[in-house]
């Protein structure tokens, strides 16, 4: 039975390639021996999940992607577009066929009250392989601001914001884009808060920088974030890129239990 409800399914080219170009950095995408990724609700254009694949396969050339929908139409649309390595089933959160090592969901989890997540989570995370993760977020229209969590069988282990450093004023736009279970955490009292008021804090203090480009400047960002005590993920060549990842604990809101 398939199981969600159909989304806007609006998408647009390169809108998502920040998230693709940290899904092909995983470290199971190079050592698990069925490297199969899911893309769930992929809206009403295939041309978000033939771009994951066009990025995948450079990496690992045996890569099979399926993309996912909850509505007909937009799986006969899609399927027309199929090639080896890309296919196209009706689906939702249940995620049928074998467990997969990687499954995006974008901009699906939005529609739903919070309250409605963490089931969700579960559900998708239930169809990993046992090395697998879920990378579930959100971004704006044209991709310059974005946001996800990675979660595994165990429950969600990080988050990550990348934002498009050029024309940034504050990282705290980023509010406006976090995952649906931290969007409405945005509130004096939880961590996302705290977390969204020192990216701006730093970005501020370190604006001398700018004269050496942006990314120098959020570089300094990370290290004081990093030297501040947040559990700062990553190498600085992830950093250049504009993103920041951070143990998902030191976000989570109050209270939040996976099991």
């Known amino acids: 039975m398939v199981e969600g409800r159909v989304t806007r399914g609006t998408t647009g080219t390169n809108r998502l390639r920040r998230v693709d170009r940290w899904i092909a950095s995983l470290p199971a ?17 295939a041309t978000t999940t033939l771009e994951l694949y066009d990025r995948l396969v450079r990496i690992r050339p045996d890569v099979e992607l399926v993309g996912v929908e909850i509505e007909p139409e937009r799986v006969r649309l899609a399927s027309e577009r199929a090639k080896p390595g890309v296919s196209f089933r009706l689906g939702g959160f249940e995620i049928p066929g074998r467990e997969a090592t990687i499954i995006r969901a974008f901009n699906v989890l939005r529609q739903y009250d919070e309250s409605e997540v963490l089931d969700n989570w579960k559900r998708m995370s239930a169809r990993l392989q046992p090395a697998g993760t879920l990378v579930e977020g959100t971004c704006n229209e044209i991709g310059r601001v974005c946001s996800w969590v990675a979660i595994t069988k165990n429950g969600p282990q990080s988050l990550t914001v990348s934002l498009r450093l050029p024309e940034l004023e504050r990282p705290s736009i980023v509010a406006e884009r976090l995952p649906k279970a931290l969007i409405h955490r945005n509130v004096e009292g939880e961590r996302v808060h705290d977390f969204v008021e020192a990216l701006d804090r730093h970005w501020q203090y370190n604006s001398g920088l700018g004269a050496f480009g942006p990314s120098q400047r959020w570089i300094a960002v990370a290290r004081a974030m990093k030297a501040d005590g947040w559990p700062v993920h990553g190498p600085q060549s992830r950093w250049k890129l504009g993103e920041l990842t951070v143990d998902w604990q030191a976000v989570a809101p109050i209270g939040f239990r996976w099991s």
């Open 29 to 45: 995408l190079r050592t698990v021996a069925d490297p199969l990724v899911v893309d769930l609700g992929y809206g009403a254009s």
